[in-house]
């Protein structure tokens, strides 16, 4: 039985399509996948992504701890930082993709994929020697999503805060009511954008707001899936998993190698110049639409898999991304039903000069 | 909505007799379904097929999805503007997004599928 969202009824009276994802009964779209997208491209839309697992690591050896399950360097963070990051196993390969949010000294918010919030949740208690505090907020609180070049003015007049000195990857906690959200620029899209968390009563109180005062777009997965895919950013389950190391999945940056000893460190350094496989964006050159699990080729032979593709409502054609067993630059072909049709190797971005100001750090997830 | 001129599969294909020709599209409930229609691939012309096999893949954002041909026939026309405007479909189901005639070449099978008012009350509408 699929978890449902805390605003499943808002949903529904918004005439959401569900569908299931990683365990969780969510909104695919509203009005149209192709009109929610524009409308994030272009003004601003809202998206439920309630169903991220949101965990809360608490005591005093907390920055270690996390310094040892994640390959970022958690000394670059301080309070109202946030930092993208993996987890490892010990074979080097991925278990998630997440954001760690320094919220105290001693305090630590991690947003995970809904797909392995329980993974996730385990790991981190099986590792706990320390005796920390880890607690699972996600089903206690709504994570929103707002996103758009006109998230910071629209957000700014409904709190009635500044929000302009917030910068990319950094956040605030703001009083609201008699509660406190937390506030980052942070987001999925491409687009500039904030994501809000709130306890339950108050989440509902802004979608509310935001969608029928503030009129902004309400969005499905649908939508959100095809603007990750036109920025290029990874999903789990398709670019990244535990078959795969950071570095085919092009995540080195997110690996600190000096930064001392970490779980999966060992096997990263085994296997840095043994890729098995080569992550790339791609553009259809020929008309067809692109979907996960798709055959490459160059010429007749078989040399790889796409992971993730779709239609991108922006440059009207199909556009994905995909691994090789060998290292392709140019051109390859896309089996879609019984034809080949050609597609050219692009490094993503697919669009440009998005609202995104992305500032100092380097911009996934 | 279901106009009552044509009859209508399970499948949720739509097809106008006209003579021997049979002019096949997908309903309003069915494009309702996929969404937006961003691509279609079309039969070749004279491609034989017969009734619930494969005429014409319609790719929406999220999905393909196959077309399947209400009745056995020859393809003899395909809807060439569904090439650039695809989302003709979403529009116009039931005319300007029509997608293929067929000559037919088992006339009986038509009387075998659903009229409207039995359509409606399979999609529950």
């Given amino acids: 039985m699929a978890k449902k969202l805390f605003l499943e009824e808002e949903h529904i009276n918004l005439g959401a399509k569900f569908f299931d994802f990683a365990g969780w009964l969510m909104p695919l779209q509203y009005s149209s996948i192709v009109e929610e997208h524009l409308s994030v491209r272009t003004h601003l839309g809202i998206f439920d992504i309630s169903h991220m697992g949101r965990i809360l690591v608490k005591g005093n050896s907390a920055k270690d701890f996390l310094q040892h399950i994640t390959t970022n360097d958690i000394n670059k963070l301080f309070p109202g930082k946030a930092q993208y990051s993996l987890i490892l196993n010990y074979s080097g390969t991925i278990m998630d993709d997440i954001i760690v949010f320094m919220l105290n000294h001693d305090e630590f918010l991690l947003v995970v994929n809904a797909i392995n919030t329980e993974k996730v949740l385990n790991w981190l208690k099986q590792n706990n020697t320390l005796n920390l505090e880890i607690s699972d907020l996600t089903k206690e609180t709504i994570l929103l999503a707002i996103q758009g070049p006109k998230s910071e003015e629209t957000l700014e007049k409904y709190l009635k805060i500044n929000l302009s000195e917030i910068k990319y990857y950094h956040f605030i906690k703001s009083p609201f009511g008699n509660t406190e959200l937390l506030i980052s620029r942070t987001g999925y899209t491409g687009e500039d954008g904030f994501e809000i968390l709130a306890d339950l009563k108050t989440g509902k109180k802004i979608f509310l707001d935001l969608v029928y005062k503030e009129n902004i777009t309400p969005c499905g997965l649908g939508a959100r899936d095809t603007l990750r895919i036109e920025m290029g950013y990874p999903l789990y389950g398709h670019e990244i998993d535990e078959n795969t190391t950071p570095w085919e999945a092009n995540l080195a940056w997110v690996v600190k190698l000096n930064k001392g000893d970490f779980i999966g460190k060992k096997a990263l350094i085994e296997k840095k110049d043994k890729k098995t496989k080569y992550l790339n964006g791609f553009i259809m050159v020929e008309n067809g639409i692109p979907r996960v699990g798709y055959e490459v080729y160059l010429k007749e032979e078989k040399i790889g898999y796409i992971t993730s593709g779709t239609f991108s409502p922006i440059l009207k054609l199909g556009i994905g991304m995909l691994y090789t067993y060998i290292d392709i630059q140019n051109e390859v072909f896309i089996k879609i039903r019984e034809r080949y049709l050609r597609a050219k190797i692009e490094k993503p971005p697919f669009i440009k000069n998005t609202s995104l100001k992305k500032g100092e750090d380097k911009n996934v997830s | ?125």
């Fill in chain 2, 1 to 125: 909505m279901y106009p009552e001129d044509r009859k209508y599969s399970k499948e949720h294909e739509w097809i106008k007799i006209e003579g021997n020709i049979g002019i096949i599209g997908i309903t309003h409930y069915a494009q309702e379904e996929l969404g937006d229609i961003v691509h279609i691939d079309l039969p070749e012309l004279g491609k034989e097929v017969k009734q619930k096999e494969v005429l014409a893949v319609i790719e929406s954002v999220k999905s393909a999805s196959d077309v399947y041909s209400p009745v056995s026939g020859k393809v003899i026309e395909v809807n060439e503007k569904l090439r650039e405007k695809p989302e003709l479909i979403n529009e116009d189901p039931h005319n300007e997004g029509w997608i293929v005639k067929l000559e037919l070449s088992n006339p009986e099978e038509y009387n075998s599928l659903l009229s409207a008012a039995e359509y409606k009350n399979y999609i529950g509408s």
